[in-house]
């Protein structure tokens, strides 16, 4: 591989974007049915947090937005399915919305205090625990609606109404309140295992989606862009969904957004909606975490968290392309990513792995073509109606592929040796059956724990 930045090439630029742009549509909305909001919210969002994480970054490749992790991350911090079940959608979307902007001001703090450097000394065992149990979490999140044509409300309805699995989530949540993980498992155990309640077509259709993501490139023509398997998959179940009589979940009616709504960048009209400030100083956040202090302290690792992510995907460039990066101003970006995430109503976002990868496949020159991006989606907006018939079990075959094989095979884990190995398992288990949040910080308290009551051993020198 070449080493330092390409040289700028705004073609290539101008055309990588949009490769990325309609690659990339499929996951912001099946990560927005992770988040626990409306799927058409994912793609309506992810404009202008794209816009501004690229202007901020320092890195031609970055590609940022909400991904399954920070997804993941949101809901489980902010007892999302509760809280949308007593307050509505409306009232969940500006809990998450004002989430991001404390998030962001984690973020301001950490970079302050040069959290950056102290970053790169995470221990890896307790990074690989943290993104199994993640992992894990964001698939038990997507299962429900390939196996169900009611999804997750499907899931926990049957699970509720059995004996067995209703008196184990009845004990789990009185006993351990905050294994809200563990409660989830209960749930996809069950399914799991009486597949006569599954619904044939969507779990099918989901088979089949999941087979052309995992297996397409392989058959694909060469000259394809990457990604392009995710857009035949989500074509094809859309149209099988538009010409029968589909029997499950769909994206559903997207709302026509208000022409005259939206901001004006460079003389160009976007419909991009701006949730007013005091809207989110108003969000009860605080309240879902016991106060205050609480409530900064879970916006603190979120933030570190999602930097652990940034810099495991810039290290990668670093080694690989000899691309140097700033850890201060990369954390400011998350910052700013964030705040216009919450600002437009959605979840904090961090880098995204498959993306930034498929963006420097893609021949990315600059951050332009993550501009690019960003700007395209924002002016399809009002074109979003032809995801409508989508089906929910195409879009959770999308990030089911993306985690499986992680999960399956959890390769670095299992490389892991002694003290590591039970840091790292403890660290996953905790992650997968609290929340990812609470599984970071006890797999942290862990491993110091760890090597307190058993110091690693020195090296001797020859």
Request: glycine letters at 10%; aromatic letters at 10%; hydrophobic letters at 50%.
């Given at each position: 591989m070449s080493s330092g930045k390409p040289d700028f090439n705004p073609a290539r630029d101008v055309i990588s974007g949009l490769i990325m742009a309609c690659t990339s549509v499929p996951?912001?909305?099946?990560?927005?049915?992770?988040?626990?909001?409306?799927?058409?919210?994912?793609?309506?969002?992810?404009?202008?947090?794209l816009l501004a994480y690229a202007i901020a970054t320092g890195s031609p490749w970055l590609n940022a937005g909400v991904t399954s992790v920070t997804a993941l991350m949101a809901k489980s911090d902010?007892?999302?399915?509760?809280?949308?079940?007593?307050?509505?959608?409306?009232?969940?979307?500006?809990?998450?919305?004002?989430?991001?902007?404390?998030?962001?001001?984690?973020?301001?703090?950490?970079?302050?205090?040069?959290?950056?450097k102290l970053a790169q000394k995470c221990p890896s065992r307790v990074a690989a625990g943290f993104k199994w149990g993640c992992a894990l979490g964001v698939l038990v999140s997507a299962l429900p609606n390939g196996l169900?044509?009611?999804?997750?409300?499907?899931?926990?309805?049957?699970?509720?109404?059995?004996?067995?699995?209703?008196?184990?989530?009845?004990?789990?949540?009185?006993?351990f309140p905050a294994a809200v993980g563990a409660v989830n498992l209960t749930n996809l155990t069950y399914t799991i295992i009486t597949?006569?309640?599954?619904?044939l077509i969507p779990f099918m259709l989901f088979f089949v989606c999941t087979a052309i993501v995992m297996e397409g490139p392989k058959y694909l023509p060469k000259a394809l862009p990457p990604g392009s398997e995710v857009i035949i998959a989500t074509a094809l179940a859309t149209l099988l969904s538009i010409y029968t009589d589909y029997p499950g979940g769909i994206v559903g009616e997207i709302p026509a957004l208000d022409p005259d709504a939206g901001i004006t960048i460079l003389g160009i009209q976007l419909p991009v909606e701006i949730v007013p400030i005091?809207?989110?100083?108003d969000a009860p956040v605080a309240e879902q975490f016991g106060g205050f202090?609480?409530?900064?302290?879970?916006?603190?690792?979120?933030?570190?968290?999602?930097?652990?992510?940034?810099?495991?995907?810039l290290s990668g460039f670093e080694s690989e392309n000899g691309i140097q990066w700033s850890a201060n101003r990369e954390i400011i970006a998350q910052g700013v990513g964030c705040a216009v995430s919450g600002l437009t109503g959605a979840?904090?976002?961090?880098?995204?792995?498959?993306r930034s990868l498929v963006s420097r496949m893609a021949g990315t020159t600059s951050k332009m073509a993550a501009i690019v991006t960003a700007m395209f989606w924002m002016l399809c907006l009002p074109y979003m109606s032809v995801m409508s018939n989508t089906p929910k079990s195409a879009l959770s075959s999308v990030i089911v592929a993306a985690v499986v094989k992680s999960v399956v095979f959890p390769k670095k884990l299992n490389s892991l040796k002694g003290n590591d190995f039970l840091v790292g398992w403890g660290t996953a288990i905790l992650t997968a059956l609290l929340n990812p949040t609470m599984g970071f910080g006890f797999g942290l308290i862990l491993s110091v724990s760890m090597d307190f009551v058993s110091p690693p051993k020195k090296e001797k020198s020859s």
């Open positions: 996951q912001l909305i099946a990560y927005a049915e992770t988040v626990g909001y409306a799927s058409y919210r994912g793609l309506a969002t992810a404009g202008p947090s902010l007892n999302g399915e509760a809280y949308l079940a007593e307050h509505g959608e409306e009232a969940y979307v500006n809990l998450v919305a004002a989430y991001s902007l404390y998030v962001a001001a984690a973020s301001a703090l950490l970079a302050v205090v040069g959290f950056g169900l044509a009611g999804g997750g409300s499907e899931m926990k309805k049957n699970a509720a109404a059995a004996a067995l699995p209703s008196s184990i989530i009845s004990t789990i949540k009185s006993t597949p006569l309640s599954w619904g005091q809207t989110l100083l202090a609480w409530m900064m302290l879970s916006a603190t690792l979120f933030s570190a968290v999602n930097f652990l992510s940034v810099m495991g995907i979840a904090p976002v961090s880098g995204s792995m498959s």
